[in-house]
């Protein structure tokens, strides 16, 4: 499943999604089809009775509320950490911060002092409020009618069978543990039960290589490596074991020996009597947690304690091992869901990322559960066995909020929308959002297009459906106490409409704290390009209408004859094509303009490639943007590097896109290595 941090939100609480037969709204919606939307059709109206009952029905109580949360950051928090439970409140002062490397190191606290764990207020506070018999996690697996639930009651019982092996295993506060799980319920479980305890976590998404997984362990060194035997996804059984076995091997002789794996048996994917053991180190998991009492006390920790680690989607290069403590994020991440979401008790949410991820992390696990949510989690791949699998789930569970990726979007748009919604005979506009609006949530679902990153901790630019009118691509207007700041070249902060480097001006309580064993790449990194922000990497303009729009990563701006081109704009009016599934663009030198533009193009299913076609995408970025960002090469792409959180690798493409074919650089965390060679072989057809 992707992982996405660029992700996309439908919210439907009239009918479980999607609603096939249900009447549309009438709503100032745009029209399928629709090439390039006029200003006002381009806004994408709340519906009356749905904003009615939100938590911030309109814009007034959302300036009201923002404006409190930038004039007195300290109020505003405690007052959302109020309905936490804490064994002892924060100290006097509720947050401090240095953002500024000049005035000495980089520090940011939120609640020091404050004393409580999060996963008590996961489990143990909603179920002292009579929640106990409420479905906490659906789970539903890789194969259909293979499926499991928990309540909170049953869910807290597991954790605390966990943590106690944990500590009887000598995993003890601040104790590193690496989880290498694919999303059984464990996987959760094995979260809230290092959390309990006092133990840092850190999840390895379970796709990633032995290597990947070896410099992990060599970097945090943990105590105890949990994972399962083998997993399967889609027809495909993957030997996870294997994989551990070798990483702890390999990370064993480069001194970081680690004495036990504890080892879930995923029986309907391999037999334990198939699976590879080490005795003396080995542990199935079923033998030993079910023999361990349900009753656990917390570990009480400090609002600055550290909570996990984990790594970033490696999309610019080496992953950072990106921190993040107790009690800020688990604010943080409470109140973006609660709002960006419109949470509310009746609500059955499926967010669709695995808990490998900053997502999964903080919109699977952490926030939904401390809100009480009930959480769909499913094992397989959208699209298995076949493309409508994804809204069966939906159907199925009768899911409300559907949180996913554009690059889950586009691949099912890809497979075409007869497979999934059966009657819509008209050739759809690509564009993935008014797809998703249109196809998947019926024209009456509000979208939210959160931007955020692993080191933000949660939602920092995102709609609040029924707050304000939405426009396509757009991310809105910044959530409570987030401080956007686009500056300029020099770092000098603009108003109003314009465009450049996104910043951010003070802290929130879900940012990092710093990079693992690391501080100083952590300053240089976030800190020292413009002194007094947070720099995010990411450009953006903002429209006159305040609206935020991400433009793509900075460093992969195309300048071509003095024109600074975002990617994410070319690639838009590529993808509003009616035959491009999807679009990556790099710049590449040239003699006259500097840069010019290069791209590589996947045609939806079925469409051959041709001079045509070639002609015809060139053209719609000329209609769409202008003759100065038309694309000088198109490059066909049967797949595009991917992390194995699903997002595009510029920098391969940029290399193959000048040919320069032995500084590919690291590609260890490649979703699918042979992309690359497929592409070479495509560079000159
Ligand atoms: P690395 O930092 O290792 O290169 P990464 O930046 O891809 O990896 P993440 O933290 O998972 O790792 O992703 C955050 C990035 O995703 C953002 O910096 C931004 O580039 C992109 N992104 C997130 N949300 C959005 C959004 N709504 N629209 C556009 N881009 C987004
Ligand atoms: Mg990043």
């Known amino acids: 499943l992707p992982a996405m941090t660029n992700n996309l939100t439908t919210t439907n609480r009239h009918s479980h999604l999607p609603a096939r037969n249900s009447a549309v709204l009438k709503r100032k919606a745009v029209v399928i089809g629709e090439a390039v939307a006029s200003d ?276 610019t290069g080496k992953p950072k091992g990106v921190l993040h403590t107790t009690g800020g994020y688990m604010v943080y991440t409470a109140a973006t869901f609660k709002y960006a979401f419109d949470y509310k008790p009746s609500d059955i949410y499926w967010c669709t990322a695995d808990c490998g991820w900053i997502t999964g992390h903080s919109y699977v696990a952490y926030g939904p559960l401390l809100n009480g949510a009930t959480v769909l989690v499913y094992e397989g791949v959208p699209n298995y066995p076949d493309p409508g699998r994804c809204w069966d789930i939906v159907d199925k569970y009768k899911v409300t909020i559907f949180y996913t990726a554009p690059t889950l979007v586009r691949s099912l748009m890809r497979d075409g929308n007869e497979a999934i919604l059966g009657s819509v005979g008209e050739p759809i506009n690509p564009s993935a959002w008014r797809w998703f609006y249109n196809v998947v949530g019926d024209s009456r679902c509000p979208i939210s297009d959160t931007w955020w990153q692993t080191e933000t901790g949660g939602f920092m630019i995102t709609p609040l459906p029924g707050a304000w009118p939405q426009k396509p691509g757009s991310a809105t207007f910044p959530f409570f106490g987030v401080q956007p700041a686009i500056v300029d070249e020099k770092g000098k902060e603009m108003e109003g409409e314009c465009s450049g480097y996104l910043c951010v001006k003070t802290s929130w309580p879900g940012a990092f704290r710093t990079l693992f064993g690391d501080h100083e790449r952590y300053e240089t990194t976030y800190f020292s390009a413009f002194p007094g922000y947070y720099f995010s990497g990411d450009g953006c303009s903002r429209d006159k209408d305040g609206y935020y729009w991400l433009t793509g990563r900075v460093d992969d701006v195309i300048n071509v004859s003095g024109h600074r081109i975002g990617t994410a704009e070319v690639e838009s009016a590529l993808v509003s094509h009616p035959k491009c599934a999807e679009a990556a663009v790099v710049g590449v030198e040239h003699e006259v303009k500097g840069q010019c533009i290069y791209a590589f193009v996947t045609p939806v299913e079925g469409v051959e490639y041709s001079e045509d076609l070639k002609k015809s995408l060139v053209l719609s970025v000329r209609t769409n943007i202008g003759a100065f960002a038309a694309p000088d090469k198109i490059h066909w792409a049967p797949g595009l590097p991917k992390t194995r959180s699903g997002k595009i690798m510029r920098r391969i493409l940029r290399k193959i896109a000048s040919r320069q074919l032995d500084e590919l650089g690291d590609t260890s965390t490649l979703a699918d290595p042979n992309v690359v060679d497929q592409l070479i072989a495509l560079a000159d057809s």
């Open 40 to 315: 006002d059709a381009d806004r994408i109206f709340p519906d009356q009775d749905f904003a009615q009952q939100a938590h911030v029905p309109d814009f007034g109580k959302y300036l009201e509320m923002y404006t409190w949360s930038i004039e007195d950051p300290a109020g505003f928090w405690s007052e959302m950490a109020d309905g936490f439970y804490w064994k002892k409140k924060w100290g006097q002062q509720v947050n401090s911060e240095n953002l500024d490397i000049t005035k000495g190191n980089i520090k940011i606290e939120w609640f020091k002092g404050g004393i409580t764990n999060i996963c008590y207020n996961c489990l143990d506070r909603n179920i002292e409020s009579g929640n106990g018999e409420k479905i906490a996690i659906h789970w539903e697996g890789n194969d259909r009618g293979v499926d499991d639930s928990l309540t909170y009651n049953q869910l807290l019982d597991r954790v605390c069978q966990l943590a106690n092996y944990l500590k009887e295993n000598g995993v003890k506060k601040g104790d590193s543990v690496i989880i290498y799980l694919p999303m059984l319920m464990e996987l959760p479980i094995s979260m809230l039960a290092c959390a309990r305890i006092g133990a840092v976590h850190s999840v390895v998404f379970a796709g990633f290589s032995a290597e990947s997984l070896e410099q992990r362990i060599i970097d945090c060194k943990p105590k105890i490596v949990i994972t399962c035997n083998a997993v399967k996804r889609g027809t495909k059984v993957i030997n996870l074991k294997d994989i551990v076995d070798s990483a702890l091997s390999e990370s064993s002789q480069n001194g970081v020996h680690v004495g036990l794996c504890l080892t879930y048996a995923n029986e309907p994917a391999m037999k334990r009597e198939d699976t590879k053991w080490q005795k003396q180190r080995d542990v199935w998991w079923q033998d030993v947690v079910p023999k361990c009492s349900t009753k656990c006390d917390v570990e009480w920790v400090d609002a600055e304690d550290p909570l996990f680690l984990l790594y970033t989607s490696g999309s």
